[in-house]
């Protein structure tokens, strides 16, 4: 059982997390016409009464465009000033996942994103490691991730979670912690819910944006913390055979942070992982707010 938080930012306010209900008729549930956000933050270990928010700006604009690829409006500031609300609402008190939410809240039937009614909800829960920190093993996923012709790709549209959960559920009942996906290219695209990086010859490589991944904001952002350490990246298509011989191969995503991978399929990987280990204790303390060259990427707010 999860840990929720015990209010949800529902319909334009707060009310208690049981209250926050809706129809079985409702829209979205059926055409997976929704498109959600995944944060992460944490108490401010220099200040309880702070919350920190890791890359709230980010967050907002992707979901603001996801709700523009649903041909709805949810500007950043709404998103930013509900979410400040729900979280002094809520006082958390321990790290937390939030979870926002824009959809069709029209009830009935017929696919469609015009003439319907659209809302935006938020709810939290107190969140751990999502994987391993240890590292994963993986499987090489016989579903294909989607491909942006077919559907909006830089948003993160509900609907589009079916190729994520079946992949995901092939792993797991085939012995694997976790699923990579190729794209229809057959190159190498990302995770159930994680974007992919490896390591050759000290290089950092990972699908350009090109490659129908998600635009991860974690990506992002280890993109820019080893451009800062001089770490030379670059963003290129990756082949399958690649993955079983880099030095290093690693997941990254909020839910998932830095997570390594130990094996695929029946390949195991290096364990020595330096350039990952370097960038994950850099994301550590740039996310507790401990590295002065990063704070701009934290959102303080004062909920006490
Ligand atoms: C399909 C998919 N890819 C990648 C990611 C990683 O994105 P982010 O780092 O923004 O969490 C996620 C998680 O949001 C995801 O669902």
Redesign the pocket.
């Known amino acids: 059982m999860h840990d929720f938080l015990p209010y949800a930012w529902f319909k334009g306010k707060c009310v208690p997390f049981e209250e926050a209900k809706l129809s079985i008729a409702t829209h979205a549930l059926h055409y997976g016409t929704g498109a959600f956000g995944?944060m992460r933050a944490i108490p401010d270990p220099q200040n309880p009464k702070n919350y920190l928010l890791f890359r709230a700006d980010k967050h907002a604009k992707r979901l603001s465009q996801s709700a523009k690829l649903l041909l709805t409006e949810l500007s950043e500031e709404t998103i930013l000033s509900s979410l400040r609300k729900w979280l002094r609402a809520n006082k958390p008190t321990k790290p937390i996942y939030i979870r926002p939410f824009v959809y069709t809240s029209d009830l009935g039937i017929a696919p469609r994103l015009h003439n319907i009614e659209t809302d935006f909800f938020i709810y939290g829960l107190e969140l751990g490691d999502y994987l391993s920190p240890d590292g994963v093993t993986c499987r090489i996923s016989s579903w294909k991730r989607q491909q942006d012709s077919s559907l909006p790709l830089r948003g993160?549209i509900s609907g589009a979670y079916i190729t994520?959960s079946l992949a995901k559920t092939e792993a797991v009942k085939s012995g694997f912690d976790e699923a990579l996906l190729l794209n229809s290219n057959d190159k190498v695209s990302?995770a159930s819910?994680?974007?992919l990086f490896i390591v050759r010859d000290g290089n950092l490589i990972t699908p350009g944006v090109d490659q129908d991944?998600?635009e991860?904001?974690?990506?992002l952002s280890v993109i820019e913390i080893a451009k800062h350490h001089n770490i030379n990246v670059i963003e290129r298509p990756v082949d399958k055979t690649e993955l079983f011989i880099s030095d290093e191969v690693f997941l990254?995503?909020?839910?998932a942070k830095i997570t390594p991978i130990k094996r695929i399929e029946t390949t195991l990987l290096n364990s020595h992982r330096p350039i990952m280990e370097k960038l994950k204790s850099s994301l550590i303390s740039i996310t507790e707010n401990k590295d002065q060259s990063f704070s701009h990427w934290i959102t303080k707010v004062e909920i006490f």
């Open positions: 995944g993160k994520s990302e819910g994680m974007n991944i998600l991860g904001i974690t990506r990254t995503g909020t839910a």
